[in-house]
């Protein structure tokens, strides 16, 4: 039964989601590093929002994690770099949160606008301060968002509602949707000259951080009212804090700080300055919605393999994940032959898709095949770390897909393309073709030659030339070594010239094996394969 740790406060709904899947759970909010660090291989998923911090050491203490699973938008308190690397989905909910959050933001505006929270203050504390709090009215002003995303376009909304004229900064928002929500698509310097209010709604990554730094604050407008529900570190605190006391900043709400929880910070007591501890998903609704969607997820992906929402892995449906399962046992099987058979590493990988799985989701099932072709030559991979092990390696990859199957229904090539070594004849292309049959994935095709056959977990793979006697001999051989053979599948050049015998045998053989094979008149390569 699969074990999932719940680090950060979560609804009762994501415990109720995975007991009643048959998940483990264990709730332990508030852990140190260290303390998360010590229990943290205990299990197979880790529950976080944002104060849990799963960095590259927890990651790596972590030996069984396969899913951490954040319960709302932001990941980056995660370690995502680090979690691919070893293997470990991480998957968000990116809309469960967004309303509340926009609501948030629409709240902290009108709060800004009007000095909400100053003026309850002094309300309550008996001054009935009404000439203190002359506001600014919202209606026909110009709202600027930075970031126009799930949470900016749901703010863009609220606000055309309200009468105000949105202009939008976001490099990825294209000009139809632009259209579509009604906002004006702008450039950062145009935005920060026309905008009476600005509210963030970027994520935090090296290209938005600091965009709102002194220098950008400069060209904003006199007057400025600023909110940020995103983010801290999307903007330069210190300037802010001297721009409202310069009254360059009309007002600024935030419920985000660049160190969290804020319980110091240079923007604390700074005239017409509002803060929230970090309150954008802080509703019943938002709430239950990010927990129930997380614990679903990261259930299924425990369960059955489905991916939604990761960030690190394409997606599988819950419908496609038995369907994919057993072309992605062909995948990696295919990957793990051509892998072992590369002594000398490749340069390029081909991976062709005919006929039936051609049609389906076929971004898993490379995924698969990289992860077979890279376990020979460094072992910890697996279908979440090896496209980017490969992309970062250099190695050049490349799909095909056609639609028929002159043969089967369904299949798989891998082709790779090996280094030329000093005492190999070998170079060029190599290329291995299987099929999903009845279920089951079948090797039908060896550097092209036709041989048909089941995959066993321990196969002698012995390429030679084609010369009379040479199976009795090699039949020989494996009997005096006592090698029981379980299968034997051969395939050979329509030409004449080359042959290939595929042997599946009973437990490990000894390791002098190869060189006994080696040996053998006639051998080109051998080897022992593991499946
Ligand atoms: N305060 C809270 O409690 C709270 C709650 C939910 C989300 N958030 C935060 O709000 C932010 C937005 O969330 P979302 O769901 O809208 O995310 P999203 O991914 O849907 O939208 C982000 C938008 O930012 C844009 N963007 C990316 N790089 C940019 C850049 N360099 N300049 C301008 N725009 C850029 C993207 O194109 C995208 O449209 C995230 O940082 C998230 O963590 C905060
Ligand atoms: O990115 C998010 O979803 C928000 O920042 C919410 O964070 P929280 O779950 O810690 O409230």
């Known amino acids: 039964m699969p074990k999932v740790l719940i680090a950060d406060d979560l609804s009762q709904a994501a415990v109720d989601i995975f007991t009643n899947r048959g998940i483990d759970t264990d709730i332990k909010v508030g852990l ?125 909304e609220r606000a055309k509602g309200l009468t105000m004229k949105v202009v939008a900064y976001d490099p990825f928002l294209t000009e139809e949707r632009a259209i579509e929500l009604g906002v004006e698509k702008v450039d950062l310097d145009t935005l920060l000259a026309r905008a009476d209010v600005i509210t963030l709604h970027t994520p935090l990554t090296d290209q938005t951080r600091n965009i709102l730094s002194r220098e950008a604050l400069a060209k904003a407008k006199k ?109 990696e099987k295919l990957g793990a032959f051509a892998g072992q058979v590369s002594d000398h590493g490749f340069e390029e990988v081909v991976i062709e898709y005919e006929g039936e799985v051609a049609e389906l989701n076929r971004k898993p099932v490379t995924a698969a095949a990289l992860s077979g072709l890279l376990h020979a030559s460094r072992g910890d991979v697996n279908m979440v770390s090896a496209p980017s092990i490969l992309a970062e390696s250099g190695v050049k990859l490349s799909e095909t897909k056609t639609e028929e199957s002159p043969v089967y229904d369904n299949l798989i090539r891998i082709k790779v393309k090996v280094p030329r070594t000093a005492n190999s004849d070998e170079t060029g292309w190599r290329s291995l073709a299987g099929t999903v049959s009845a279920g089951r994935p079948r090797i039908v095709e060896v550097k092209g030659m036709p041989l048909e056959g089941a995959f066993s977990s321990v196969m002698l793979y012995v390429n030679n030339i084609d010369k009379p006697g040479f199976i009795g001999a090699l039949g020989a051989m494996l009997g005096e070594a006592g090698i029981n053979i379980a299968t034997f599948h051969l395939g050979r050049q329509d030409t004449g010239g080359e042959a290939i015998a595929l042997i599946g045998i009973d437990g490990l053989p000894p390791h002098e094996l190869t060189e006994k094979l080696d040996a053998l008149p006639h051998v080109r390569y051998a080897k022992v394969l593991n499946f």
């Open 32 to 156: 140190s590093k260290d303390e998360l660090i010590a229990i943290a291989d205990q299990y197979d998923g880790l529950a976080v929002r944002s104060a849990c911090k799963p960095d590259a050491d927890v990651i790596a203490a972590a030996t069984n994690l396969k899913v951490i699973g954040r319960a709302g938008i932001g990941v980056d308190n995660i370690d995502i770099k680090a979690a691919t690397a070893k293997g470990v989905v991480v998957m968000n909910t990116p809309f469960g949160n967004a309303v509340t959050t926009a609501e948030h933001a629409v709240a902290m505006m009108f709060a800004a606008a009007r000095q909400i929270p100053a003026a309850d203050q002094g309300t309550q504390a008996g001054k009935w301060p009404k000439k203190s709090f002359v506001g600014t009215e919202l209606s026909y002003k110009t709202l600027g968002l930075i970031g126009c995303g799930n949470i900016g376009a749901r703010v863009a």
């Open 223 to 331: 007057g400025l009212i600023l909110v940020n529900c995103a983010r801290g570190g999307l903007v330069d605190e210190a300037a802010v804090r001297e721009m409202l006391d310069n009254g360059h900043l009309a007002a600024a709400a935030f419920d985000v700080f660049a160190e969290e929880p804020a319980k110091e910070n240079i923007l604390f007591g700074a005239p017409n300055f509002i803060a929230t501890p970090h309150l954008g998903a802080a509703t019943v609704e938002a709430q239950e919605n990010v927990a129930l969607q997380v614990a679903e997820q990261m259930s299924d992906y425990l369960l059955s393999g489905a991916v939604t929402n990761a960030l690190n892995m394409p997606s599988v449906t819950a419908d496609e994940a038995p369907r994919l399962k057993p072309f992605i046992e062909l995948a």
